[in-house]
């Protein structure tokens, strides 16, 4: 059904990457939405995926976050992207132990952390943390990474996420529901940092799992 083709008179079509973009997504999340009908796409003569900007901004009316919200999420995933291109730097050394197919599996996680932190906004569903917090802890226990360059990476990186709230502060809006949002940032960050911990104890034995020196 992602395929079908679909008319749309003012020729206004959106790239993947635009349209994810315009939804607050991650392009894989929207390539698998298409995939399965959930929102309407047609191909180029090239094979291209594209959207119509009414199919999705009537999605966005019935399932989306409000605009500011979007606006919190993709401003944080730019920011993710670039540090994840350049690097942290030698005072990070849990960093260069977790690049390569390691790497691109956390920032998957990144992304889908995202995505349900906007769900979380809308509904407070206290799993949507708990899910992320056992996917974290579920991937550094598969990759052997100890405890610390866990905590070490989701402070960092989780970062952002609350940096993120100031900088749409100081872009306007209403600073009261901005402390909501803050409030449920802060909430849905603690939930999934305390699933995380609590998913990689059960996975690791004690003396694997204590937080000792950074080395390196």
Request: hydrophobic fraction near 40%; charge should be positive.
């Amino acid at each position: 059904m992602g395929k079908r083709k679909t008319r749309n008179p003012t020729g206004e079509w959106l790239s993947l990457k635009e349209a994810a973009a315009m939804l607050g997504v991650h392009p894989a999340t929207l390539r698998a939405w298409a995939d399965a009908g959930r929102i309407p796409s047609q191909r180029t003569a090239g094979g291209h995926r594209r959207f119509a900007r009414k199919d999705l901004e009537a999605w966005l009316q019935a399932h989306g976050a409000e605009p500011g919200v979007r606006m919190l999420i993709t401003y944080t995933l730019g920011q993710l992207r670039l540090e994840l291109a350049r690097g942290v730097g030698p005072q990070a050394p849990w960093f260069e132990r977790m690049r390569g197919p390691i790497a691109q599996e956390f920032q998957a996680t990144c992304y889908q952390l995202l995505e349900e932190l906007q769900a979380y906004i809308r509904d407070h569903d206290p799993n949507r943390p708990r899910r992320i917090g056992q996917r974290y802890a579920e991937q550094a226990h598969a990759a052997g990474l100890g405890l610390e360059d866990l905590l070490r990476a989701f402070l960092h990186f989780g970062g952002y996420l609350l940096e993120s709230v100031f900088r749409m502060v100081e872009l306007g809006g209403a600073p009261e529901r901005w402390h909501e949002v803050y409030r449920d940032v802060l909430a849905f960050y603690n939930e999934t940092l305390l699933a995380m911990v609590g998913g990689y104890l059960e996975r690791a034995p004690w003396d694997q799992a204590v937080v000792r020196p950074a080395t390196g």
